[in-house]
């Protein structure tokens, strides 16, 4: 029931150790180490994640980490990681790595953006200089990038706009036919993505469609953008009946401690947010029994660590008092504890969630987990 | 000729271990824990080495921390600090503590400030709240942090007035012995400070008062804030050959390369600086051959480390081409980065120094280290 520890097995390949109703525990092999799921991964925006050092994810157990081909291509550029040994030796992280399509960036973070068939036409953030991002172009900056685990260029639709819906999904179908013709690395593993909204109809076709093509994995796209949780619940059941059981499922951009627990339960193994560093700037520090604001003014003669059970470097060495100082006095160690201790958070949640999978205990986990937590 | 390992010897004894001319290599006991000298102590301003964990300082083996009394006063206050255990447990940091005495922040930082017999009124330059030093304040205040070592209270002058130097030095050698009569803790040791500005007598006769003090340990104030360096140096000479030789000598605020190598063949045992992190925040490297700017096109694909002979965490991993998107990017990762070579910079050129001295190689190594040394 542990996970294999021979880094030497088929790239790609996921074993399944233990199934729990609906929730599982596996191996995910990569060229770079193999990935216990479920598995929550840090993001590195731009081959960083923020504040913390590679030693830092190393001693977090950090095992998979998000990087974003929309940050990277537009700086330092694809072609300026690739020259310098790709993403891997770039940052120094030698460990299993994903880069997402840059599709959901183009459609949230550009200014404006035009939509064809055979691409997107997109203004940067950072200078306003016009871009365009195809299918193929996104497969080859990933392949520049050289990332373990790349993903489809895929469209991102309002959740709420059923005829929108039914073109994007078309379109994403037909941009990933692209991308898998496109693909040329072995050494790489290219995710379909699930598009439809919070049409049932919709995900389930799209499901099925990106079933058919036997890729080594598969996303659930375009959820946690503003639908409801019972929306989003109902759109991963009915994907998770399509999608193949043998195949790890990744659902893109989530999320909170809740979502985590709840999405293992419906069959997700693999998550990925920017809510635990982002949270850590915003001085808040996530337990598990919901999020405290460190800069209160309850925390300043506080001697207690952020929680009393934590094992991280945080809870390990320093006081709610010492960090809501840092805070006060604007000093960017705060970011970096928080950081430290919320990455922690949701690293230990899915470990606890693994052991619980494979001791068959998930739902007695999951009821006493969510009963403790506020938020 | 290798420090002292037992740290039971006494506190605050000073053991010379090699001389080689005026330059001293030695160790200073303190309750926690044993500085080998010469030696440089980066500063946590705040409680914080600015951008990095107590951990990255062990790594670096820092031997001594530098924390300021005036801003801990202000935030978090020293009545806090003291009620959560002192400044060692607030900050978690186990070995030897310094704290300056807040009489160069009110002199410096301070938007308005009035001098008289028994101490000094100023504005906060945080909210230009009121609050008044004395040196009595200043060494309950450094009781309360609880560092091994505190500092007089002591007055700054212009170094070019003469009237207000010969003022200003007869009102810290009187502050002085009213700390010395203020202090009740035996776990610290109070260090006097030289002041006298660029007058040679006034500085000796100021060496000869603190000297006569017998205190376990003497610093050079008013030094570094805007003299030339013949004239820092010339300050050093006249000083250091009243100080007793058996009683460490700290050179306040300095500084760069150029000023440790330079200073220790005048016999300084001690340093301080901001500089190392205050050029990593603003993208600067410092090397044994230079400052170079980050930040800087040449750059951007260079595969190499800051310097291929260095040992930092930064340079075992990363590229010059990586700090460079990190700064490019505004990622809080190019300060920790830099602060950590920087340092290490610091620390290497003092355990160099230290060596040197100990094999009677002082002169060659400066002569050597000076002649690569650009900035």
Redesign the interface.
């Known amino acids: 029931m542990h996970p294999n520890p021979h880094k030497a097995a088929a790239p790609f390949t996921f074993d399944l150790v233990a199934l729990d109703g609906d929730a599982r525990a596996g191996v995910f092999h990569t060229p770079h180490g193999d990935i216990p799921t479920p598995i929550f991964a840090p993001v590195g925006t ?3 994640v ?7 994810l190393t001693e977090l157990d950090a095992r998979l980490i998000l990087a974003n081909t929309y ?1 990277l291509y537009l ?2 550029g694809d072609d ?1 990681v690739a ?3 790709g993403l891997h030796k ?3 992280w030698d460990g299993p790595l994903l880069t997402d399509s840059g599709g959901f960036q183009v459609f949230s973070l550009s200014d404006t953006r035009q939509v064809d068939e055979d691409g997107v036409t997109f203004k940067s953030h950072i200078d306003g200089s016009t871009h365009r991002f195809t299918p193929e172009l996104s497969v080859a900056i990933q392949e520049n990038l050289g990332a373990d685990i790349i993903m489809a260029f895929d469209e991102c639709a309002e959740p709420y706009d059923r005829a929108y819906n039914i073109e994007a999904m078309a379109r994403t179908h037909r941009w990933l036919e692209r991308c898998q013709a496109a693909k040329t690395r072995r050494d790489q593993a290219l995710f379909g993505i699930v598009q439809g909204g919070v049409f049932p109809d919709l995900r389930e076709a799209s499901a099925e469609f990106i079933a058919s093509l036997d890729l080594p994995g598969n996303a659930i796209g375009g959820l946690s953008v503003g639908e409801t949780k019972p929306e989003m619940h109902a759109m991963i059941e009915v994907v998770n009946a399509v999608l193949p059981a043998d195949k790890p499922r990744y659902l893109m951009g989530v999320g909170t401690p809740q979502d985590l627990v709840d999405c293992v339960g419906l069959g997700i193994d693999i998550f990925d947010c920017v809510l635990p560093t982002r949270l850590a700037r915003h001085n808040a520090a996530m337990t598990d029994t919901g999020r405290m604001n460190m800069m209160n003014a309850q925390y ?2 506080d ?1 207690r660590p952020i929680s009393v059970a934590c094992t991280c ?1 945080t809870c390990q ?3 709610r ?2 960090i ?3 805070i ?2 604007r ?3 705060s ?3 928080l950081s430290i201790h919320n990455i922690h958070t949701l690293l230990n949640l899915v470990a606890q969630l693994r052991a619980a999978i494979c001791a068959g205990e998930y739902h007695d986990f999951a009821r006493a987990y969510l009963a403790h937590l506020n938020s």
């Open positions: 731009q081959a960083t923020k504040s913390l050092t590679q030693r830092q940050h700086r330092p300026l020259e310098m040994g770039f940052m120094a300043a003669r001697e470097y060495n320093h006081s008092a010492y809501r100082h840092l006060q006095a000093e960017m160690l970011g970096t504890l």
